[in-house]
């Protein structure tokens, strides 16, 4: 089937034009009809016959001049856009072909199978094919937006594998292979997949999907108020129908204690093995985002749900052939897996008295080590990318907005249930390179260290049951590195050396039983954060800012970002959304309790701030060489700085600092004989 822009706007104005009969309520008295004993002489051949139709009922008129109007208007509008990747042997400017986009689905296969004890599905799709046909690349082949990754022509891999198994308990194989005492088994096979985001076609997707909107027909005031009205009834009768199941539920549970209904066993996998997109522009791409490896494992069990997510590798690389850092994300070491995550859910029954180890959900994450280069080149052009679309903010402001509303319900929901979230995180943060530029061989480099976080419960007799988050943040450093052409470090100096920070929070999940106590409790100790810099350290921080910050490729990749016409993806509706959103947001907010109370305190206090003052330039020959003690010049130290921070349930809060001391002493060896020198307390 071929359909283009054209074709649509013919169907969609074909459709409009076309004269329906209308029902009118009347007072007249209908007569009888009644054959005629001798049938007319009909005088009038064929043709004449469509002629008087054609003049009652001009149908064919009303065609034609939409038509007429409708290819002046798409003339108009393609002689004033048309890119540089639009070339005129696609299709001729007098000619009803517009060839637009294509879609082919390629070998769909799909195949039931009935057996006496299961039922078995198969399914497959060998492959996608989205084709812009208004965009060629350089070998003068149509812009290819989704297809699969083939290796070659001959490659028969399936880009979607779907089968699934249904059976019963009472199969006499159930316990044996291929069921494992699973009733209903899915697998999901996803081979590689690679999508182009390229800008001028992205924007003339959109403008084709603006000006179908505009052409289709809008509601009238009336209509729209009768389908409000509609919804308001449907509200009201929902509401009576929960009312009525609830007391049902309520007569029941005095009559007779609940029956557990056994739940179908299920274990779903799916994997995918690699989708790649490449967000580009008609000068040059900008970015190639690899993610392989990707598995998830569902398994439902009468008594709890498992879900397994396992991430293998995560890459963005720099497509610039002349690029000194092509692999901005980049996975540290040989790892297997750079992500996983392993969720258990259980279905504890309402009336199951819990004990203080019996908890709903466990969770369990593991990420590896991943590299970072940052330029704000790479940062710069992607927010030019999104900010030419409009549609990331628009879309994060809705996003934002409901996800306000859900967090609020769901927090309720929580501390009425009192949901038990057991946690255990083993988080190794990245490594942040931060080149002086984009071909310098000098870096900063932020090493965020390892995060763990782990969860207990404890019972006390003030604040009745209270969940603990232990959070520790370990091998925090920040230094200065010289990097050889592999992008090894040769060289490397400490600037900023740490000690562990550890963090408690407390949540009260029977806040009620204290409510003079805040639900949420913080506390966070830093016993010492080192600085040490030079001036060559200093001046390396100083370029960084200077070049690496100031960089701009935008004008030469996105050469007509300013020219080229943004597309508004907010709506009237969507904006009035939006605001109805927020309002609620705030009207929950003020409406959950009407007693002002504490909901979070957050005390948190650094023991020791220190700075100290080199002379000279540090030795960057070997890595993390200590720096002689000769050359220091000045020691700064601020003591006991904390900060404690209080939210009430009245969207107010409270914050207060305080800095116990201050101290800067002057280390230079010549002047420690006649100068003054601080004692340090026994």
């Keep these: ?42 005088s009038l051949s064929a043709a004449d016959t469509m002629e008087k139709v054609e003049e009652m009922t001009p149908v064919k008129k009303i065609q034609e001049e939409q038509v007429n109007l409708l290819i002046e208007e798409s003339s108009s509008q393609s002689s004033s856009r048309r890119y540089s990747g639009v070339k005129n042997d696609h299709y001729d400017e007098g000619s009803d072909e517009r060839p637009f986009l294509r879609l082919s689905l ?28 208004q965009f060629v690349t350089q070998s003068g082949e149509p812009l290819r937006l989704i297809s699969a990754k083939k290796h070659n022509e001959n490659d028969d891999t399936k ?54 909107i505009k052409r289709l027909p809008t509601e009238t005031e009336d209509e729209k108020q009768k389908k409000r009205e509609q919804e308001e009834e449907k509200k009201k009768n929902e509401q009576q129908e929960n009312d009525k199941v609830i007391t049902t539920v309520t007569d029941k ?17 799916a994997e995918l093995e690699e989708f790649r997109f490449i967000i580009s522009t008609e000068e040059a791409p900008l970015f190639d985002i690899s993610v392989g490896g990707l598995k998830a494992n569902v398994s439902q069990q009468p008594n709890k749900t498992i879900v397994n997510l396992i991430l293998s590798n995560f890459n963005i690389y720099d497509p610039n052939p002349h690029a000194k850092y092509k692999k901005i994300i980049s996975q540290q070491g040989d790892a297997d897996e750079l992500l996983r995550i392993d969720l258990i859910l259980h279905n504890l029954s ?26 704000f080149k790479h940062i710069d052009v992607l927010l030019s990318f999104l900010d030419t679309l409009d549609v990331a903010k628009a ?17 309720q929901k929580l501390q009425e249930q009192a949901f038990k979230l057991q946690l255990d995180v083993q988080f190794n943060a990245p490594n942040i390179f931060v080149p002086t530029n ?55 100096v400490i600037l900023l050396d740490c000690e562990i920070l550890t963090t408690t929070i407390n949540r009260l999940l029977y806040p009620d039983q204290a409510k003079n106590e805040p639900v949420v409790s913080v506390k966070a100790d830093w016993d010492l954060v080192h600085f040490k810099l030079s001036k060559g350290d200093f001046s390396c921080i100083m370029k960084v800012l200077l070049e690496n910050f100031s960089e701009n490729i935008k004008d030469q990749i996105v050469s ?25 947001v705030l009207q929950k907010q003020h409406e959950s309790h009407t007693e002002v109370t504490t909901t979070v305190r957050v005390r948190a206090e650094i023991k020791t701030v220190a700075l100290t003052l080199y002379l000279g330039e540090s030795n960057m020959t070997k890595r993390r060489q200590d720096r002689l003690e000769n050359l220091k010049l000045a020691d700064v130290r601020i003591e006991a700085l904390e900060t404690i921070f209080k939210q009430m349930n009245d969207s107010s809060y409270k914050a207060v600092g305080r800095i116990k001391n201050f101290l800067l002493d002057d280390l230079r060896e010549t002047h420690q004989s006649a100068g003054v020198t601080r004692q340090e307390k026994q």
Excluded: W
């Design 1 to 42: 089937m071929r359909l283009s822009d054209k074709r649509l706007f013919q169907i969609i104005h074909h459709v409009q034009s076309l004269p329906f009969p209308e029902t009118k309520n009347t007072s007249e008295t209908i007569q009888k009809i009644e054959p005629a004993e001798q049938p007319s002489q009909i």
């Design 106 to 133: 390629v070998s769909m296969l799909a195949r039931t199978t009935f057996k006496t004890y299961d039922v078995s599905f198969d399914a497959s799709l060998a492959d996608i094919i989205l084709l812009h046909q």
């Design 159 to 212: 880009l979607i594998s779907v089968h699934f198994l249904n059976t019963s308990r009472d199969n006499p194989m159930f316990k044996r292979e291929p069921y494992n005492s699973i009733e209903n088994a899915g697998k999901f096979h996803f081979s590689k997949l690679e999508v182009i985001l390229q800008l001028e076609a992205l924007l003339s997707i959109l403008r084709f999907h603006d000006n179908l």
């Design 253 to 269: 549970e005095k009559k007779k204690p609940d029956t557990v209904v056994a739940t179908p066993s299920l274990a779903i996998s």
């Design 350 to 375: 309402n009336d199951q008295k819990k004990d203080l180890n019996a908890v709903d959900c466990n969770v369990e994450v593991k990420f590896a080590k991943a590299n970072i280069v940052f330029l």
């Design 395 to 411: 879309a994060l402001e809705l996003a934002s907005s409901q996800y306000a509303e859900a967090t609020i319900e769901n927090i």
């Design 438 to 492: 984009s071909y310098s061989n000098e870096a900063l480099l932020l090493d965020l260290g390892k995060l763990s976080l782990r969860t207990k419960f404890l019972q006390d007799e003030k604040h009745g049951l209270i969940e603990q988050q232990n959070i520790k943040l370990e091998n925090v450093l920040a230094s200065r590195v010289l990097l050889n052409n592999n992008h090894d470090i040769e060289g490397e």
């Design 560 to 584: 007509d970002i300013e020219t080229v016409e943004q597309y508004h993806y907010k709506s009237a509706d969507q904006e009035a959304e939006e605001n109805k959103l927020r309002e609620t």
